[in-house]
């Protein structure tokens, strides 16, 4: 296990370094001495060892949750095995049916004529055959019909307008990729699974070692029908991360389409911040989908969002505005915030700014454990 624990960076029990020890021990008291010295040294390795660092992530919905669980997973655990690999191909084909039903839906939505030769194809996947599909297959006539449908330039020309319905942001990805993906031996590979996208329901645990600290890390539903789940995780958190994706600020609500997303994350991070479960919880702010809302602002403006916005089509300065937006939620002057912006299907991004949280929430639950 020792080279295992290597390989993840972490501390294998074997090797935890003792104080040095005199040969001659001296006089009696002398010993007494060095034997309590050892004795409190081992014990609070021991309570180390022992201490759980527990995670909690929060936010709404599609704010990148589930995608920083699993990058904890390609981090610190093994690898996906290629049965789990495999479990992905449904969800993926599921993906990519429902996002060209939906660029499909926006053609009839805002009037934006197909091509003759793509209405057939239209017309199959928009059938009963496709309705509420569980399994999806992916045949060589639905592959051929997604794909004239993705080439067609009405599609092209709603995908544009993509802010203004409810699309995956990993669409493109996979509609480009169609021709791997369609392949009889296909085996999701590590973005394959960090772009795929299945609805949290309930509470997924994921647990894993670093440095010889067991970190818990639960993963609850962001849709407000899951969010009355949330209390039931909030004893004993020794960190909260909230993930905000900077790229909603132009969109709506699965649930609630009069409601903008992005002040659905800022009413729920005022409430969450300012929560006497939180009180003494250190705060971590993932301002996520970075690489998304880089490419974004350049067309749509902050104030779409924000009409205090002066910034113009500036990524650094609407980042700032953002940013400055969530801290002033915070009520309590003493209570640190700490705030790191993140592409959430980033491995080495997330890996850079999962240190900087390993050691906050460290810190903080080597306080709590009475160790410093």
């Known amino acids: 296990s020792s080279a295992c624990d290597r390989d993840r960076g972490t501390t294998p029990r074997s090797e935890i370094s003792l104080p040095q020890m005199s040969c001659c021990w001296g006089k009696a008291d002398s010993a007494m001495q060095q034997s309590d010295s050892i004795n409190k040294f081992l014990k609070e390795e021991r309570r180390k060892f022992e201490m759980e660092v527990k995670l909690l992530l929060l936010g709404a919905g599609e704010s990148g949750k589930s995608t920083i669980a699993k990058q904890m997973r390609i981090l610190y655990l093994n690898e996906f095995s ?15 049916l429902t996002n060209i039903q939906s660029l499909v839906q926006a053609t009839n939505t805002f009037d934006v004529p197909l091509q003759e030769v ?22 060589p006539s639905l592959v051929s019909d997604i794909r004239t449908l993705w080439l067609d330039s009405g599609i092209q020309q709603v995908f544009q307008r993509s802010s203004e319905f409810q699309l995956s942001d990993s669409a493109g990805y996979y509609f480009d990729k ?16 960090l772009r795929s996208r299945a609805k949290t329901t309930g509470i997924i645990e994921t647990e894993f070692v670093v440095e010889g600290v067991t970190f818990k890390m639960l993963d ?35 649930e609630d389409e009069r409601t903008n997303r992005m002040h659905e994350s800022l009413k729920i991070f005022h409430e969450v911040c300012n929560s006497r479960w939180f009180t003494d919880t250190a705060m971590i702010l993932f301002m996520n989908k970075r690489d998304v ?23 650094d300065n609407a980042v700032q505005f953002i940013q400055n937006k969530f801290l002033s939620q915070n009520e309590n002057n003493k209570k640190a915030i700490y705030t790191h912006v993140t592409c959430a299907t980033d491995t080495r991004n997330i890996s850079v700014v999962f240190l900087a949280v390993k050691d906050i929430a460290l810190r903080r639950a080597l306080d709590f454990a009475g160790v410093i």
Request: hydrophobic share 35%.
């Open 118 to 139: 793509s209405i057939p194809s239209a017309e199959r996947l928009m059938s009963e055959e496709f309705e509420d599909v569980v399994i999806v297959t992916m045949t």
């Open 178 to 193: 169609l021709d791997v993906v369609c392949q009889e031996g296909y085996v999701p590979n590590e973005e394959d699974i």
């Open 220 to 254: 609850v539903g962001g849709q407000r029908s899951e969010r009355k789940k949330w209390m039931h995780c909030f004893q004993d958190v020794t960190a909260v991360i909230f993930c905000v994706a900077l790229s909603e600020y132009d969109l709506r609500l699965y």
């Open 293 to 315: 809302f880089e490419r974004k602002i350049k067309r749509i403006g902050l104030e779409v969002c924000f009409s205090d916005y002066k910034g113009g089509l500036n990524y």
């Open 82 to 96: 290629t049965e789990e690999r495999l479990a992905y191909k449904n969800i993926i084909s599921s993906n990519i």
